[in-house]
């Protein structure tokens, strides 16, 4: 005897298609490329069917069903394009929209905004009412990120249901009735949790705007590279939205094992870092070199001590896993101390959504790739007592984050050479007699290893500023300056080496380069 | 071994003349082109002679290669306007109307534009026929040394553009049809103008004709020059006044009627010889026909919207666009996506003023063209050149070439 099958057929608009139980009948047409409109309908969250805008005539059905709510029954036949649903879409458009503010010139969603979306896919007709448009708040300052329009607001609900069931905390709520009703914050609240600005995704209109992104770049002008946040152990999917070689947004991309739909508002501006306090070039001694020169010190100092065991070598938890690979094999073949740098955790930002307390994107990988090379690497503690005891005399750091004691910095100056190859000039960089300058992680293709394990690709959306080459490439140069011949020409084939030597990495494979994805194509988003 | 010939006279059958052997001394190679002020657009010829004898020619366009097709990838269908305008700079509105009407056709549009749309195109397509074959006459004379007739054509050419400016703000780049209609109605009393200029351009063929019809020196070089049969033309793919003169009655306009020229009427004239004078001869008789065109489509041309009342391609007057949310969006979605164009592809050709105007359109469902190819006549066209001008005289590449009427924007595309 068979098991009781866990799907169900059922047909649409005369294809049939077989989709798990409990799936609701929108999804199921979208599995068959129909794209039912809809507003409050967010994979990511409950369903509430307040907006209307998905109904669908099921037959044997006198009424027409939200398709959203609607889930999926054996033999169930569905028409999304009969007449009375492809009316009930058009009416209700034409509903929505008559106390819309025309708005779009000034409206930070617009390009990007289902509502108009849908207008001209599922409407496109001239409105029948001609009475005033209700007037509500327009700039209502609502928490420290974000500005509502009342106006602009559909009523969908998507943004309650975001803090509700995201954030877990209820700070926005619907007040008065009818074409009264306004989005508001909750009695006593402020929308400031650290998901926030996930609101400003799931608003299909622009009701809800960043006020770090708004009045900034028109959406349709903006380019989207995938990427992976490199704001904490958690690498969070995300998108990179850039033009003009810098990035001005980032949104989070799904990923249903890591982050599902969201990110944390801490998490979305990362990308002001890639822009400030930016190592453009080579420093030798405090001034500023060309890569010849510089190398070619740090050939002749390291030289005189390579073989003494005296070099130590910092590997960063905030570099990606081909730079870390790179320095590692480097450490290797100079016998060099290994040390890890890392921004210190704050326990107090984790939570059991998506922020964790370690701060470094990539914990997990240099860990991998120290086990894999049978290196052990030191704590920080132990730096600083041999910085104190002369072991070391020479000390080459990746990355700019390598929090010392005060006393410990100040033997930095007196080693015989300290080389960092590092984004920022900040941290041991603006001590260094030789500083190498890296592209930071938008910058350049490569990947990284969250606190699952998961290595995730990250793609490069712009160059980075001035002569700033990829981490991998500067532990190259420095090799190759110290008579290390380490050769490699794109971050694929570290990438290639670093899998043959991490047992745990053997199966992942190199991703395609993809190139940024011109927004303006893509069509409305929502 | 050699023969007695090349040992005596130094000289080669040009029959025996292949591309490995190595050329006899005396065979010069000379270059015309890419910049040569008898060379219409930018074309290089690389032509080897025999004294004066043209015997072998490399033809090599490109020089003027501007992406058009790869660039309409990445433009909205209303974008691609401006692009076309450039095609054959000569006679825009011929290509902005050809290309509208392979988005038209995948919209389902086709005959069902209004009625004024339809006249205003046929309109304008005509004042650019005029002014391309003009330019066409006008050069050709003008590089035989006859440089009254350019001048003369060419005031009247000014002419017709400066009305074309009334009409679309451009003098040579106009982007004035759009998907559905045109862009903007005709300026008042603007037909009047129109036949106002047509009655004084009449005067001016009158002369142009008894300047270069009855002028030795002109006849002689174009008489017998450059011929062609009407099967090689046939072959070669040839459409438009080069066919016509080779005695191909064939004219889109007529046999595959579109817009509404089954409405107006007009001959086509046909040569007998195919030589370089036959191609001038219908090319000035296309221009009274287009005048006689013009004038019955004056006549004939009605009242009423000169965009079709279908909001999927026509922007909201901007009254509305202003003042209601829903034109404002139709707007911003018309501009920023592109007017969106079912799937499919479609293909639609009209008579260019050098020939038949194709384009073909495959739409994925977007704002903007998955390909938009364009048979463009005067590819086809340069294709015969090297064939024509073999075995002539040097001089005689210049009204060969005049006459295949050659536009660089349209041949490199």
Request: hydrophobic letters at 40%; aromatic letters at 6%.
């Given at each position: 005897m068979?098991?009781?099958?866990n799907?169900?057929?059922?047909?649409i608009?005369?294809?049939?298609?077989t989709?798990?139980?409990?799936?609701?009948?929108?999804?199921?047409?979208?599995?068959l490329?129909?794209?039912?409109?809809?507003f409050?309908?967010?994979?990511?969250?409950?369903?509430?069917?307040?907006?209307?805008?998905c109904?669908?005539?099921?037959?044997?059905?006198p009424?027409?069903q939200?398709?959203?709510?609607?889930?999926?029954?054996?033999?169930?036949?569905?028409?999304?394009?009969?007449?009375?649903?492809?009316?009930?879409?058009?009416?209700?458009?034409?509903?929505?929209?008559?106390?819309?503010?025309?708005?779009?010139?000034?409206?930070d969603?617009?390009?990007?905004?289902?509502?108009?979306?849908?207008?001209?896919?599922?409407?496109n007709a001239?409105?029948?009412v001609?009475?005033?448009?209700?007037?509500k708040d327009?700039?209502?300052?609502?928490?420290?990120?974000?500005?509502?329009?009342?106006?602009?607001?559909?009523?969908?609900?998507?943004?309650?249901?975001t803090?509700?069931?995201?954030?877990?905390?209820?700070?926005?709520?619907?007040?008065?009735?009818g074409?009264?009703?306004?989005?508001?914050?909750?009695?006593?609240?402020?929308?400031?949790?650290?998901?926030?600005?996930?609101?400003?995704?799931?608003?299909?209109v622009?009701?809800?705007?960043?006020?770090?992104?708004?009045?900034?770049m028109r959406?349709w002008?903006?380019?989207?590279?995938?990427?992976?946040?490199?704001?904490?152990?958690?690498?969070?999917?995300?998108?990179?939205?850039?033009r003009?070689?810098?990035?001005?947004?980032?949104?989070?991309?799904?990923?249903?094992e890591?982050?599902?739909?969201?990110?944390?508002?801490?998490?979305?501006?990362?990308?002001?870092?890639l822009?400030?306090?930016?190592?453009a070039?080579?420093?030798?001694?405090?001034?500023?070199?060309?890569?010849?020169?510089?190398?070619?010190?740090?050939?002749?100092?390291?030289?005189?001590?390579?073989?003494?065991?005296?070099?130590?070598?910092?590997?960063?938890?905030?570099?990606?896993?081909?730079?870390?690979?790179?320095?590692?094999?480097?450490?290797?073949?100079?016998?060099?101390?290994?040390?890890?740098?890392?921004?210190?955790p704050?326990?107090s930002?984790?939570?059991?959504i998506?922020r964790?307390?370690?701060?470094n994107?990539?914990?997990?990988?240099v860990?991998?790739?120290?086990?894999?090379?049978?290196?052990?690497p030191?704590?920080?503690?132990?730096?600083?007592?041999?910085?104190?005891?002369?072991?070391?005399?020479?000390?080459?750091?990746?990355?700019?984050?390598?929090?010392?004691a005060?006393?410990?910095?100040?033997?930095?100056?007196?080693?015989d050479?300290?080389?960092?190859?590092?984004?920022?000039?900040?941290?041991?960089?603006?001590?260094?007699?030789?500083?190498?300058?890296?592209?930071?992680?938008a910058?350049?293709?490569?990947?990284?290893?969250?606190?699952?394990?998961?290595v995730?690709?990250?793609?490069?959306?712009?160059?980075?500023?001035?002569?700033?080459?990829?981490g991998?490439?500067?532990?190259?140069?420095?090799?190759n300056?110290?008579?290390?011949?380490?050769?490699?020409t794109?971050?694929?084939?570290?990438?290639?080496?670093?899998t043959?030597?991490?047992?745990?990495?053997?199966?992942?494979?190199?991703?395609?380069?993809?190139?940024?994805?011109?927004?303006?194509?893509?069509?409305s988003?929502? | 071994?050699?023969?007695?010939?090349?040992?005596?006279?130094?000289?080669?059958?040009?029959?025996?003349?292949?591309?490995?052997?190595?050329?006899?001394h005396?065979?010069?190679?000379?270059?015309?082109?890419?910049?040569?002020?008898?060379?219409?657009?930018?074309v290089?010829?690389i032509l080897?002679?025999?004294?004066?004898?043209?015997?072998?020619?490399?033809?090599?366009p490109?020089?003027?290669?501007?992406?058009?097709?790869?660039?309409?990838?990445?433009?909205?269908?209303?974008?691609?306007?401006?692009?076309?305008?450039?095609?054959?700079?000569?006679s825009?509105?011929?290509?902005?109307?050809?290309?509208?009407?392979?988005?038209?056709?995948?919209?389902?549009?086709?005959?069902?534009?209004?009625?004024?749309?339809?006249?205003?195109r046929?309109?304008?397509?005509e004042?650019?026929?005029?002014?391309?074959?003009?330019?066409?006459?006008?050069a050709?004379?003008?590089?035989?040394?006859?440089?009254?007739?350019?001048?003369?054509?060419?005031?009247c050419?000014?002419?017709l553009?400066?009305?074309?400016?009334?009409?679309?703000?451009a003098?040579?780049?106009?982007?004035?049809?759009?998907?559905?209609?045109v862009?903007?109605?005709?300026?008042d009393g603007w037909?009047?103008?129109?036949?106002?200029?047509?009655?004084?351009?009449?005067?001016?063929?009158?002369?142009?004709?008894?300047?270069?019809?009855?002028?030795?020196?002109?006849?002689?070089r174009?008489n017998?020059?450059?011929?062609?049969?009407?099967?090689e033309?046939?072959?070669?793919?040839?459409?438009?006044?080069?066919?016509?003169?080779?005695?191909?009655?064939?004219?889109?306009?007529?046999?595959?009627p579109?817009?509404?020229?089954?409405?107006?009427?007009?001959?086509?004239?046909?040569g007998?010889?195919?030589?370089?004078?036959?191609?001038?001869?219908?090319?000035?008789?296309?221009?009274?026909?287009?005048?006689?065109?013009?004038?019955q489509?004056?006549?004939?041309?009605?009242d009423?919207?000169?965009?079709?009342?279908?909001?999927?391609?026509?922007?909201?007057?901007?009254?509305?666009?202003?003042?209601?949310?829903?034109?404002?969006?139709?707007?911003?979605?018309?501009?920023?996506?592109g007017?969106?164009?079912?799937?499919?592809?479609?293909?639609?050709?009209?008579?260019?003023?050098?020939?038949?105007?194709?384009?073909?359109?495959?739409?994925?469902?977007?704002?903007?063209?998955?390909?938009?190819?364009?048979r463009?006549?005067?590819?086809?066209?340069l294709?015969t050149s090297?064939?024509?001008?073999?075995?002539?005289?040097?001089?005689?590449?210049?009204?060969?070439?005049?006459m295949?009427?050659?536009?660089?924007?349209?041949?490199?595309?």
């Open positions: 068979s098991e009781p099958s799907n169900v057929t059922l047909t608009d005369g294809k049939a298609v989709v798990a139980k409990g799936t609701n009948v929108l999804e199921a047409a979208k599995s490329g129909i794209d039912i409109s809809a409050c309908y967010h994979p990511g969250l409950s369903i509430a069917a307040c907006c209307r805008q109904l669908v005539s099921v037959e044997k059905n009424k027409l939200p398709s959203c709510q609607q889930t999926v029954a054996e033999g169930m036949v569905v028409h999304t394009t009969d007449k009375q649903s492809t009316l009930a879409r058009k009416q209700q458009l034409e509903f929505t929209l008559v106390n819309h503010p025309i708005d779009c010139p000034i409206c969603k617009a390009g990007e905004c289902t509502l108009q979306k849908l207008y001209f896919d599922h409407d001239n409105s029948r001609d009475t005033p448009k209700v007037h327009k700039v209502v300052d609502i928490g420290p990120h974000i500005v509502l329009d009342q106006e602009r607001c559909i009523l969908c609900t998507r943004c309650i249901r803090c509700d069931e995201v954030a877990h905390s209820h700070q926005l709520d619907m007040a008065n009735r074409d009264h009703e306004v989005l508001t914050t909750a009695p006593g609240e402020q929308l400031d949790n650290p998901y926030s600005l996930n609101t400003v995704d799931v608003c299909p622009g009701a809800l705007t960043a006020k770090d992104f708004r009045f900034t959406a002008e903006l380019d989207a590279t995938p990427s992976i946040c490199n704001g904490c152990a958690t690498g969070c999917n995300i998108e990179i939205h850039h003009n070689e810098r990035a001005w947004r980032l949104v989070p991309r799904l990923n249903a890591v982050n599902k739909y969201w990110m944390c508002d801490e998490g979305r501006f990362t990308y002001h870092e822009h400030e306090q930016r190592l070039g080579p420093t030798l001694d405090g001034l500023p070199a060309t890569w010849e020169r510089a190398l070619k010190a740090a050939g002749d100092r390291l030289g005189a001590i390579k073989d003494t065991g005296a070099i130590a070598v910092v590997l960063s938890a905030t570099a990606s896993n081909e730079d870390n690979f790179a320095l590692a094999k480097l450490a290797l073949a100079w016998k060099a101390q290994v040390y890890v740098g890392a921004k210190p704050v326990p930002r984790a939570d059991d998506l964790d307390a370690d701060v994107p990539n914990s997990a990988g860990a991998a790739i120290a086990a894999a090379l049978s290196i052990t030191k704590t920080t503690t132990e730096l600083e007592t041999n910085l104190g005891t002369g072991a070391i005399r020479a000390l080459v750091v990746l990355g700019h984050d390598l929090p010392l005060e006393t410990a910095r100040g033997r930095l100056k007196e080693l050479a300290l080389i960092v190859i590092a984004t920022h000039e900040r941290g041991p960089a603006e001590l260094a007699s030789i500083a190498l300058p890296m592209a930071a992680w910058e350049r293709a490569g990947t990284i290893t969250n606190r699952q394990g998961k995730q690709r990250m793609h490069g959306a712009f160059p980075g500023p001035g002569q700033a080459v990829p991998w490439e500067a532990v190259a140069r420095l090799a300056a110290t008579g290390q011949k380490l050769s490699w794109a971050a694929r084939e570290v990438f290639k080496d670093m043959a030597a991490v047992p745990a990495w053997k199966e992942l494979a190199w991703t395609r380069d993809v190139r940024p994805f011109a927004l303006r194509f893509a069509g988003r929502g | 071994m050699a023969d007695l010939k090349t040992l005596v006279l130094g000289r080669k059958d040009v029959a025996d003349l292949d591309e490995e052997t190595e050329l006899p005396e065979l010069m190679t000379v270059n015309m082109g890419p910049s040569h002020p008898a060379m219409h657009g930018t290089r010829i080897t002679v025999d004294g004066e004898k043209v015997v072998k020619s490399d033809v090599q490109g020089y003027l290669h501007r992406c058009f097709e790869k660039e309409s990838e990445y433009a909205t269908y209303t974008q691609i306007f401006p692009y076309t305008d450039r095609l054959n700079y000569v825009p509105m011929i290509n902005n109307v050809g290309y509208a009407m392979a988005v038209e056709k995948l919209l389902g549009l086709t005959g069902k534009l209004p009625a004024r749309a339809e006249y205003i046929v309109i304008v397509s004042v650019s026929r005029i002014t391309d074959h003009m330019t066409c006459v006008g050709s004379a003008m590089e035989l040394g006859a440089f009254g007739p350019f001048l003369f054509l060419l005031k050419r000014e002419w553009y400066e009305l074309l400016e009334k009409v679309s703000g003098r040579l780049t106009h982007s004035y049809v759009r998907v559905g209609g862009a903007k109605d005709l300026p037909t009047d103008e129109l036949l106002y200029t047509l009655s004084q351009i009449d005067p001016v063929l009158v002369e142009v004709e008894g300047l270069l019809n009855n002028n030795k020196i002109f006849f002689d174009m017998g020059i450059g011929r062609m049969t009407r099967e033309a046939i072959k070669w793919g040839q459409t438009g006044p080069i066919a016509r003169a080779c005695g191909l009655d064939y004219d889109v306009r007529k046999d595959h579109y817009s509404v020229y089954p409405e107006l009427e007009f001959d086509v004239p046909v007998t010889r195919g030589d370089c004078l036959d191609r001038y001869l219908v090319r000035v008789e296309e221009i009274k026909q287009s005048m006689r065109i013009l004038r489509a004056i006549a004939k041309l009605p009423g919207p000169i965009m079709v009342d279908d909001h999927r391609v026509a922007l909201p007057p901007k009254r509305d666009t202003y003042n209601t949310i829903e034109s404002m969006i139709r707007h911003f979605k018309h501009i920023m996506d007017i969106r164009v079912p799937a499919g592809e479609g293909y639609t050709f009209v008579e260019g003023g050098n020939g038949e105007l194709g384009f073909f359109v495959v739409s994925d469902g977007t704002g903007r063209p998955y390909k938009c190819y364009v463009s006549p005067s590819f086809v066209h294709q090297g064939n024509l001008i073999h075995g002539h005289f040097i001089a005689d590449v210049v009204p060969i070439f005049g295949i009427n050659m536009i660089g924007g349209e041949c490199d595309k």
